[in-house]
């Protein structure tokens, strides 16, 4: 059973926010949510982890509804440097290694 | 800050030869190291996994193989190199088993297996 669900692909248009949205109905108390962000020929970079609520950093926001079944992550006015893969990985760290399934591709059109 | 390096970059080798790839980080002790390897247009598989020096923790058996002599050193090896070793393979640290869902990648090496 996949502990997370995102869809496949989403396109976007320069300047647009883009919210992507990943379900967790499985999700354990002590499990944080994680996003990752690859691009083309690199290793994903780790770009924001929460437990609830909202988390906001210079690259993205985190929502996290109160039931924590699903997360949104929110990219502000996308450019074209933002195609990218995004990946959703829950889970409580410590001896378990997070699963990267296969994400969700962005693109970004001009 | 903290640096994470692999090498080589690119690689190309026949069926049945042997591998070596290296990955250090620098600007941390005690990391936790992972390797990964990324079939084209897939997710993530996470290959091996080490908390400490000489202590490695296999996930999926295959003719690979890892080593880690020093602390902030981590290698990935093949006796004899088959066609579906071919991927993407990378190289990770985490801070400690507590964060190993906070990982710093490096930038890969992709290797093409003929």
């Known amino acids: 059973l996949a502990k997370t669900t995102q869809p496949i692909s989403m396109d976007s248009y320069e300047g647009q926010e883009v919210n992507i949205t990943c379900s967790h109905n499985n999700i354990a108390t002590n499990d944080y949510i994680t996003w990752y962000q690859q691009f083309p020929s690199q290793g994903p970079r780790f770009i924001i982890q929460g437990y609830k609520t909202k988390v906001t950093n210079e690259v993205a926001s985190l929502f996290i509804p109160a039931d924590r079944k699903s997360s949104t992550l929110s990219l502000p006015r996308v450019s074209l440097s933002d195609t990218a893969v995004y990946y959703c990985?829950?889970?409580?760290?410590?001896?378990?290694?997070?699963?990267f399934g296969r994400g969700t591709s962005l693109i970004v059109h001009p | 800050s903290q640096t994470i390096h692999q090498w080589p970059a690119t690689l190309v080798q026949p069926v049945g030869s042997p591998l070596s790839l290296e990955c250090t980080v620098e600007g941390t002790s005690n990391p936790n190291l992972y390797w990964y390897r990324q079939a084209a247009g897939r997710g993530l598989q996470l290959l091996f996994y080490s908390v400490g020096i000489g202590q490695i923790s296999s996930e999926v058996p295959q003719n690979l193989s890892a080593s880690r002599p020093q602390d902030r050193q981590f290698i990935l090896s093949s006796k004899k190199l088959l066609l579906s070793d071919s991927g993407f393979y990378l190289c990770?640290?985490?801070?400690?088993?507590?964060?190993?869902?906070?990982?710093?990648f490096g930038p890969g090496t992709r290797l093409t297996v003929t």
């Open positions: 990985l829950v889970g409580e760290g410590g001896s378990y290694i997070p699963t």
């Open positions: 990770a640290w985490s801070a400690d088993t507590r964060s190993s869902y906070e990982q710093y």
